[in-house]
């Protein structure tokens, strides 16, 4: 079993709808937790980062950590055709030395 | 802030010739920098972790003599393919870690073709 799963997709949504991303895991060690957009042929992005349980707002973006389910979700509200991309979710422990496990990505397609 | 670029962003070579390959963090100190390898429509794949002023420490299956990474000071890590052969043609990113908050921050990604 791989420590970090996540959905493929792809998800298609229409502009302007909530978008809904999410990852499994099965480490209970892991404490950071990380979301990354990736356009394509281009390096990812860190668009959150979150220590332990709990949610963290960044403008049209949520991220959620539930350390009891072993679950991190990502939302994205008034979603748009730039956020088009592939979605990460990376993970780690406190002592792992920063590398991270990540999930295979979520592909996203916003339509106009 | 929290930049780390690359250089080249492109390259093209002919087999058996080596490419080395920059990775800066612009605006911060990085102890680690770690080399990944992206197949298209695949996730990304660490090669190998580097730590500045030791030896790197590669992942298990990845030819240490065939990427030689150099960490040489908290801003710049090299990765050098040696004799480049057709199947080393990927996409190769970098990422650096400012700590704190210890998150990884990505380069934008060297596109290599080996013909």
């Known amino acids: 079993q791989k420590e970090v799963e996540q959905d493929p997709g792809p998800l298609s949504v229409p502009e302007g709808a909530i978008v809904s991303l999410n990852c499994t895991y099965s480490n209970s060690a892991f404490q950071y937790f990380m979301w990354y957009r990736q356009y394509s042929r281009k390096g990812p992005e860190l668009l959150m980062y979150t220590y332990s349980s709990g949610n963290k707002e960044d403008g049209r973006f949520t991220a959620q950590v539930d350390k009891s389910s072993k679950y991190i979700s990502l939302f994205i509200r008034d979603s748009q055709p730039s956020d088009s991309a592939t979605y990460l979710c990376?993970?780690?422990?406190?002592?792992?030395?920063?590398?991270?496990?990540f999930g295979k990505g979520t592909s996203l397609l916003v339509t106009p | 802030g929290a930049v780390v670029s690359q250089h080249p962003s492109w390259v093209i070579c002919k087999s058996g010739t080596s490419v080395k390959i920059e990775c800066r963090s612009l605006d911060f100190q990085a102890t680690t920098m770690f080399w990944y390898r992206q197949f298209p429509k695949q996730s990304l794949m660490l090669m190998a972790t580097?730590?500045?002023?030791?030896?790197?420490?590669?992942e298990q299956g990845v030819e240490k003599d065939k990427f030689l990474i150099n960490h040489a000071s908290l801003t710049l890590s090299t990765l050098t393919v040696t004799s480049a052969h057709p199947e080393d043609s990927s996409f190769y990113i970098c990422?650096?870690?400012?700590?704190?908050?210890?998150?990884?921050?990505f380069g934008p990604g060297t596109r290599l073709l080996v013909l």
């Open positions: 990422s650096a870690s400012q700590e704190p908050p210890g998150a990884q921050y």
């Open positions: 580097s730590n500045e002023g030791s030896k790197a420490t590669y």
């Open positions: 990376a993970m780690r422990a406190q002592n792992s030395g920063y590398a991270l496990n």
